[in-house]
C-alpha cells in the first residue's frame, strides 16, 4: 500500500463551494480560506473547478521568492510563507503556474494551501477532501484511485515545453491522459477538449 | 391579527437576519474543544454524521464524522457552516409578545404559554374545534413530531394539523404507496453505486443533495449510464450520459414515452409482471398512446432523446430511480412519480441489488416527520387516520376513546384559504416559514392578518413569526436530543451537544406545557426525548412505519437502523420488497396507468414565459436559519433569474440587468443572470429569499388533487427590464430581502 495522496478530479466538481467554506475552519489559518474554486464560464456551463496547491516537486514559488520564505518540507509539501522571512512582494502569486498563493494585506503576509499539514502529519485526510461531497477531492492511495475510478491519475503538467511535476494528482479521462495546458486558446477562450457543448437551446435542435 | 406590529426594516434592524460569519469569541479564539459531540447535519434529508466541536457549553466548530457510513465525512457548505447557529446574535432568547406600533416586547413563559392556552379555548368555543389549526414541520425530530401529532388529536382535539412536508414529499409518498404499497424509498443508497443505468429525474443532486452526488460518481465508475431530466442543465447533468432538457411539467411524456418504446423493443420483464404486479394491462393500454414522436411534444424534447432513454434504460441489467421535487412540486405530482415507478417496476428491477427506486427527501426528517401523526391524513407508524383498526390501536395507546381523535384535516394550503374565509381563526406554527415557502405568498400574508391569534415557534423571527401575537423562542436541533429517518429511512440518533440558549426551549417541552394548560397534562408528561421515543416505539408498533426494535442504544451502535423494524432482535430492513413481495395486501405491486395533462396554468400571449423554482447549494429552503450565515451568503447573496441568451436577446436584456417578474399574482425585481444551461421558453429564480425577492410572489396557489402539493415548478409571468429599485425593502440587506 503506497502512502495517502491527493486526487483532484475536475469530472466529479459540483461547484458546492464546501472545500472553500471547510479550508477557512482549518486550525492553523482559521477564517481565511486557501483553496480557490474557479466557476470557467458561467454563460456557457455549470463546470466548475478546484484548485489546491499541487505542491510542486521543485516549486517555482520558492524560486523566486526573494525572502526565502518558502520551504517544502521532507515529505514534499509547500508550506506557505514563513511569516519572519515574508516581505509581501507576492513574487509568488505572480508566477505560481496554478495560480495557488494568495497574498492577505492585512498581515501583509502570503498564505497558501500546505494540505492541510496540521491533519496530514499525524494521519487524517485534510479538511477538503474530506468534505468534498463529490470527491472531486479525495485523499487516498493511488491503488485506490486505480481500483475505484475510470479515469487515469497524472502529476505531470506540460506548460508548452516546460514540464512541472507535482505531489498532488489530477484524474484524467483515459481518452486524454495528460495535461497540456496550452489547450487554452490565443484569445483566452476555452477550447471545448471533449466537443462538449452545453447550450440546452442547441440539445433541443436536436 | 392585523399589519405587522412594525415597519419592516424596523424588525429586520432588530431581529435579523443578520449574517454572523465567525465562531464564539472570533476566528482568533483558536484552543481545543471541551468534547466532539457525533451527532447529524440539521439541514437536509441526508442527515450527513458530523461531529460538533463544543467548549464553555457553546458550540465553536466541526469536525468530519469520517466511521458514519453514509457520507463518512462529507459535508455540504451548509452542513460545513451549521454549527454558527447556536450563538447567533438574532437567536430568539424570550417569548415575545406583538405591540402594535412598536414590534414585540419580552413576555415571561407562563404568559406566552397562558395567553396561547386561552385563546384557543377562547377560539375553540366561539368557532368549534378545527378553528384552531397546527402547522408542524418536517426538520422535527421524530419525537417532536409525535408530541406535536398527539397534542393537536389529544389535548387541542383539532382535524387541521399538516406540516410542511406538503410542499416536500407528499407526491412521492402517495405515489409510492399507491404502487409499491410503502412511503419510503425502496432502497439503501449502496444499491445506486450498483446500478448499471441511473436515471435522475426533476432532481439537482448536486445543490440540494451534494452528498448523493458521489454515490452516482462511483456508479459512473463503474460503467454506470446516466441519464438526467431537467429543464435546466445541472451540474450532475453536465457530464451525464444522456441529459433530456424537459420542459416543466413534461415529465410523463418522457416515462410513459419511454415505456412505448421498451415494450416495442421488449425491454420489460414480462414474468415479473405476471408474477408480482397488477394493473399491467392498463398501463400497457395508456402508455400506447405515447410514441415518441406525442411524447417528445408533451416533454418538448426531440423524440431520439426520449428513444435513447428507453435503449439505455430497458435492457440493462439493473437500475436505480431516483426524483425529488422537479417531477413532484405539479399539480400531477403524483402521476408524475407512478409514471416513474412503472419504469421500474415493468422491468422487475426493484427489491434487488442494484435495482430499485428513492425519492430524494428534501427536509431534514423528510422521511420520519411524516410518520408520526403530523400529517393531515395520518397516525403514528404512517397509520390511516380514517382507517377504524389504526384509529383503534392508536386510541389503545393514548389511552383515548376512539371517537375523541379527529379525522383527516385540511392540509396546508386549503389551511390558507380556510383562514382566508373564516374557518380558521387561530393558528400555532412550528418549524415553518410560510410567509416565504408556500405559493401565493401575497395570498398567504394577507392571511396571517386575518387571524384572530397567530402563535409561532421559531430559533429566530422568521418572516412568518413577524405576524404572530406570541412568539416562543425554541431549541436547534443541537440544542435538544432526538432522532430523524434519513433519505434512506435509517433512524438516526441527534445527540444534545449543548443547552439552548437564554430562555429558549426544546420544542417538546412548550407542547407538553400547553398540553397541560388545556387539562391533558396526564398524557404529556415527557421527561426526556427518550421517554417520547418509548411511546413513539409502541405507537407505531404493528404500523407501517414501525420503528418498535429501535433503541437510542442500537442507533449508537449500528450507525442507525432502517425500518421497518419489528422487534428487538428484527436487523431493520434496508431495502424494501425483496423477492418481489410488495407492501399490498395481496403481495404486489400495484401498475397505476397516468396520462398526462396540463399545468393549472401554461403561458399564453399574456404571460408568455414559464417561471419554475428551485434551490442553490448555500441555502436551505425558506433561508431562515442560512440566510444569517455569513460565509453562505457570500456564496449567493441574492436570487438571480436564470435565462437563456435568446430569450435574454428577445426581452432586451443584458446579464445582470434588473428584471420585473410577473404573474396574474404578485411580482418580483431581481438581476437576470444569462446562462445557455436553461431552456429558453423557461426562467429560474430560486426561493429561498422573502418579500419582494421570492419568486413564490407569482407561484400558483395550485394543488395535487392526491398529494396536495402545491404547483412550484410551473407557473406563467411576463418578465422585463427595469430599473434598480429604490424602495426602503430594496434597500435591506439581501439577505433580509433586499437588491443590490
Known sequence: MSELAFFIDYSRCIGCQACVQACEEC????????????????????????????????????????ADAIKKTSDGVVQSSLKPRCIGCSNCVLACPFGVPKYFGDIDQMMKCDLCYDRTSIGKRPMCATVCPSQALSYTTLEEIER????????????????????VFVVLPRQAPAVHVDVL?????????????????????? | MADLPAAIPELVARFGPHLHSSPPGGWAANGDPDRLVKTHCCFCGQQCGIQLKVRDNKVVGFEPWEEFPFNRGKLCPKGVKRYLQNEHPDRLLTPLERRAGAGFAPIGWDAALDRTASEMRRIQQAYGPDAFAIFGGASFTNERAYVLGKFA?????????????????????????????????????NDITKADVVLVAGANIAECAPITTDY??????????????????????????????????????????????????????????????????????????????????????????????????GPARTSFILHARGIEHHSKGVDNCMAAINLAVATGRIGREGCG?????????????????????????????????????????????????????????PMIEAIHDGRIKGLLSFCFNPAVSLPDGNYVRRAFEKLEFFGVADFFLSETARYADVVFPVALMEEDEGTTTSVEGRVIHHRQAVNPPGEARQDWKLVCALADRLGAGDKFRFQSAREIFDELRLASRGGIADYYGITYERIDNEFGVFWPCPSDGHPGTPRLYEGGRFAHDDGRAHFQAVDWRPAAEEPDLEYPIILTTGRVVSQYLSGTQTRRIGGLVNQCPQPRCEMHPRLAAELGVGDA????????????????????????????????????????????????????????????????????????????????????
Open chain 2, 153 to 189: 388529536r389529544v389535548a387541542l382535539r383539532t382535524a387541521n394539523i399538516d406540516y410542511n412536508g406538503r410542499l416536500c414529499m407528499v407526491s412521492a409518498g402517495a405515489a409510492s404507496k399507491k404502487i409499491l404499497g410503502i412511503d419510503r424509498s425502496a432502497n439503501p443508497w
Open chain 1, 148 to 167: 475505484s475510478r475510470d479515469g487515469v491519475p497524472s502529476n505531470v503538467w506540460r506548460f508548452g515545453h516546460e514540464v512541472v511535476r507535482t505531489k
Open chain 2, 216 to 313: 452516482l460518481w462511483q456508479a459512473r465508475e463503474r460503467g454506470a449510464k446516466i441519464i438526467v431530466m431537467d429543464p435546466r442543465l445541472t451540474p450532475i447533468a453536465r457530464t451525464a450520459d444522456l441529459f433530456i432538457p424537459v420542459r416543466p411539467g413534461g415529465d410523463i411524456g418522457v416515462f410513459n414515452g419511454m415505456l412505448h418504446v421498451m415494450i416495442a423493443r421488449g425491454w420489460i420483464d414480462s414474468a415479473f409482471i405476471d408474477a408480482h404486479t397488477t394493473g399491467w394491462a392498463a398501463v400497457e393500454a395508456c402508455v400506447r398512446n405515447y410514441p415518441p414522436e406525442r411524447a417528445a411534444q408533451i416533454a418538448g424534447v426531440p423524440a431520439s432523446l426520449i428513444e435513447k432513454a428507453a435503449a439505455l434504460w
Open chain 2, 357 to 413: 427506486y428513492a425519492m430524494i427527501t428534501g427536509q431534514g426528517n423528510g422521511q420520519g416527520a411524516r410518520e408520526q401523526g403530523q400529517k393531515s391524513e395520518q397516525l403514528p407508524g404512517a397509520r390511516d387516520i380514517d382507517d377504524p383498526k389504526h384509529r383503534q390501536e392508536i386510541a389503545a395507546v393514548w389511552g383515548v376513546p376512539e371517537p375523541s381523535i379527529p379525522h383527516k384535516g385540511l392540509t396546508v394550503v
Open chain 1, 185 to 206: 486558446r490565443g484569445d483566452g477562450s476555452v477550447a471545448h477538449a471533449g466537443g462538449r457543448v452545453d447550450d440546452v437551446a442547441e440539445m433541443l435542435n436536436g
Open chain 2, 657 to 740: 440587468d434588473f428584471v420585473r417578474i410577473e404573474s396574474r399574482r404578485g411580482q418580483i425585481v431581481v438581476r437576470a443572470q444569462i446562462v445557455k444551461t436553461i431552456r429558453p421558453d423557461t426562467i429560474f429564480v430560486p426561493y429561498h429569499w422573502p418579500l419582494d425577492r421570492s419568486p413564490n410572489n407569482c407561484t400558483i396557489r395550485a394543488i395535487d388533487p392526491v398529494s396536495n402539493i402545491p404547483e412550484f415548478k410551473i407557473c406563467a409571468v411576463r418578465v422585463t427590464k427595469t430599473v434598480a429599485p429604490s424602495d426602503p425593502i430594496a434597500a435591506l440587506a439581501p439577505e433580509a430581502g433586499g437588491i443590490r
Open chain 1, 27 to 66: 486550525d492553523t489559518h482559521r477564517g481565511r480560506s486557501m483553496i480557490h474554486l474557479e466557476t470557467i464560464q458561467r454563460r456557457e456551463t455549470v463546470q466548475t473547478a478546484p484548485q489546491v496547491c499541487m505542491h510542486c516537486e521543485d516549486p517555482i514559488c520558492a524560486q523566486v521568492c526573494p
